[in-house]
């Protein structure tokens, strides 16, 4: 935080006129405002920061005839902090690789979602997302072009997502779709879709012979009005319920989205037709 105190130099920067000094008995008291204001705005408080930034302006010139104009100037340093504030939480909440959201952040919202989740006006659908055979494209291409893999995929997997639904990398090439305010069947069609653009991409044009698939389980989860009687399921039985359907999805011939309807595990679009379905990992799921 810039330090409010003039008498840190005895002239100012542009009229050479010689700045106010506060008395000694209470520089002491300037300070601990200041230090006190610095971190209330590092932990967001940025109302009680202003305050005692103003309280410490009070004190440096307390002494003086005419009042400086000062609260503006507060207001641009406690703006300022706010901005940086907000920028520094944002990158916290990001894969520095991929751009998308972090587990951290994921985490954060599905239990935010959990609680609100009497309030919501549709179900609630998780796609677990996982790149097919990814080590032969690390070992085949490198690991750069591996890491554009990546970062491609996640555009792809962006594209056409609900209001309020995102995109966060659950862990190496594995993603996570969370789609909020959808019914099951809209959730189906967002990851199906979501598939089709990845295995329809021109990977070539990044290498050729590349070629890059994704399979995905969507585990979904009704409003609770749907069942007013049951409580709503925790963050972490969701996605062990993803999981486990991705790994019908990898097992049944990658490049599938998995989900449950009526009780009965299918996949969805052009891999409906194949044979032998694997079952999910989690038993009764």
Known sequence: ?????????????????????????????????????????????????????????????ADQDEQPQVPEQLRREVDRLRREHAEAREQSLRDSLTDSYNRRYLDERLLGMVADHGAAVGGLALALIDLDWFKQVNDTFGHLLGDRVLQRVVELLQEQLPEGGFCARYGGEE????????????GVE???SARMRVE???????APGLRVTVSIGLAYEPPEGDSPTRPPVAPEQQLLRADSLLYTAKQSGRNAVAYRDSGRVRLAGAAAGRRGIAEPRVAGY
Do not use: C, K
């Open 200 to 206: 329809r991409h021109a990977w070539a044009s990044l």
């Open 1 to 61: 935080m810039t330090a409010l105190r003039p008498e840190v130099a005895d002239f100012d920067n542009d009229g050479g006129h010689e700045r106010p000094r506060p008395a000694s008995e209470g520089s002491g008291l300037v300070q601990l405002h200041e230090s006190i204001a610095a971190l209330l705005a590092s932990r967001g408080q940025w109302r009680q920061a202003y305050q005692h930034l103003r309280s410490a302006f009070d004190l440096v010139y």
């Open 190 to 192: 967002i990851a199906e």
């Open 175 to 186: 993603f996570v779709l969370v789609l909020p305010g959808v019914d099951a069947t809209v």
